[in-house]
């Protein structure tokens, strides 16, 4: 069966250093996204794109980046850690052209930024 | 601004007390509302799409309906296994392309 899976499923980190979160999917969905979720926000988008080479900047994207070097793989990275974005986060993808499409989420992983 | 709310933020219910969910959206031209459920620790889970306004789902003891401003999930005869988050989205073009708005959720609690 296709599948979306995140790694590592859980995360510390210190202040200061690049972490990288790995979102793989083998739907062969055009669309990934990265979203953050925290008490109080919901769900808000970081990062997305709508195929190989493409990425966009989504509501929270200072901090972050994304690179899309093949269908299956969006890989998050924080440049330099910030307690701000101890979070739990969602990799997610969706078929089609552009972002209408119901998305199918990862199981998450949670990071904590000491 | 584009914008959705749910409600209530929390639910309380006995098994087999019916009871709806609200998922209200301020969007210009909906290309469609979409509902989740997501479990404690999990990513969420797609449930239902609802297109135009009059259209129903339905699964299992769900059923989700549309109107032109909102959305109901209605559960009929609960069951503890039901207790989750749900929410709603909906897709949205704002600077940051097509994407979707989720609401904040509803916690839903189903006692045995």
């Known amino acids: 069966d296709a599948e979306i899976t995140q790694s590592p499923r859980h995360k510390i980190t210190e202040t200061g250093r690049q972490v990288t979160l790995a979102c793989h999917q083998t739907w062969n969905h055009n669309n990934m996204f990265w979203y953050r979720q925290d008490l109080g926000h919901g769900l808000r988008l970081i990062h997305y794109?709508?195929?190989?080479?493409?990425?966009n900047k989504g509501e929270v994207s200072d901090g972050y980046s994304v690179s899309r070097s093949n269908t299956e793989d969006l890989p998050l990275t924080l440049e330099s850690a910030a307690s701000s974005q101890t979070s739990v986060y969602f990799c997610?993808?969706?078929?089609?052209?552009?972002?209408?499409?119901?998305?199918?989420f990862g199981p998450g992983t949670r990071l904590t930024v000491l | 601004e584009d914008q959705v709310t749910q409600s209530p933020e929390a639910l309380r219910l006995q098994e087999g007390e019916s009871s709806s969910l609200n998922c209200s959206y301020t969007v210009s031209g909906l290309r469609g509302l979409f509902w989740y459920r997501q479990d404690p620790g999990k990513g969420p889970e797609f449930l239902f799409t609802?297109?135009?306004a009059g259209e129903e789902k339905e699964k299992e003891r769900l059923k989700a309906t549309l109107t032109k401003k909102e959305s109901f999930l209605h559960i009929t005869a609960p069951k503890p296994e039901d207790s989750a988050t749900y929410l709603c989205?909906?897709?949205?073009?704002?600077?940051?392309?097509?994407?979707?708005?989720f609401g904040p959720g509803t916690r839903l609690s189903v006692l045995p």
């Open positions: 609802l297109y135009s």
């Open positions: 997610a993808s969706s078929a089609g052209t552009g972002g209408y499409n119901e998305q199918f």
């Open positions: 989205a909906v897709p949205h073009r704002d600077n940051y392309g097509q994407n979707f708005v």
């Open positions: 794109s709508y195929g190989v080479q493409d990425t």
